[in-house]
């Protein structure tokens, strides 16, 4: 243990999405709280028409392309692909087996394994997913009390164009909260007395 890993990623527990009864997190009741995905993932099969098609079942009749823009048919029109310096499906798509994605040396890396993928180049950001800073967690932080599980990249961010939308601020209040109903005037102050302007004794 110890952290030693013998040069093996150590293969961390994630779910596809959070289970339907978290446990309790010390709340009398924690109904309240979102534990939902933030987004819905779609995963490496296409459904269309209420059908799901494999990747390969379209991807084995024509060869392999590299270029995001040359794409013969529909299926993927939605894609927009803002995502750095991949700006190539094969950066992240095995180019023989479309239901998996590439590692460094040409290995497959499995759909379920896709925080590998993003490992890949988000380092520091994949070490803080594991450490629980980035990202969110739901369960327990004492691990003898239960289990948790994390979200994995895909379940916040669009892996296609993973930069959030900006958020647009509200307009600010008409009036600060403590002075939403100022008193009328002639109304006597509960400020402290002392000098003002006016009355400020001459040294």
């Not at 939902?36 to 490496?44: C, E, N, Q, S, V």
């Amino acid at each position: 243990m110890g952290g030693e890993t013998n040069g093996v990623i150590p293969r961390l527990p994630v779910v596809a999405r959070p289970p339907a009864l978290q446990p309790r997190v010390g709340l009398e009741a924690d109904s309240h709280l979102d534990k939902t995905p933030p987004r819905a993932t779609k995963g490496l099969d296409l459904v269309k028409a209420g059908w799901a098609y494999n990747c390969m079942e379209c991807h084995k009749l024509f060869p392999a392309r590299w270029h995001y823009e040359d794409r013969p048919f529909n299926e993927h029109k939605e894609i927009l692909l803002e995502h750095g310096n991949n700006r190539f499906c094969l950066n992240c798509h095995h180019p023989v087996n479309r239901s998996a994605f590439v590692d460094y040396d040409g290995s497959e890396i499995a759909e379920s394994d896709v925080v590998l993928l993003c490992a890949k180049c988000h380092g520091t950001i994949h070490r803080d997913w594991k450490a629980g800073v980035h990202g969110r967690q739901n369960g327990f932080w004492n691990a003898g009390l239960g289990e948790k599980t994390r979200l994995r990249c895909i379940q916040c961010h669009d892996p296609h164009s993973p930069r959030f939308k900006p958020l647009h601020p509200l307009a600010p209040l008409r009036y600060p909260p403590r002075a939403a109903n100022p008193p009328p005037a002639g109304a006597p102050s509960h400020e402290a007395p002392g000098p003002t302007p006016l009355t400020h004794p001459k040294p």
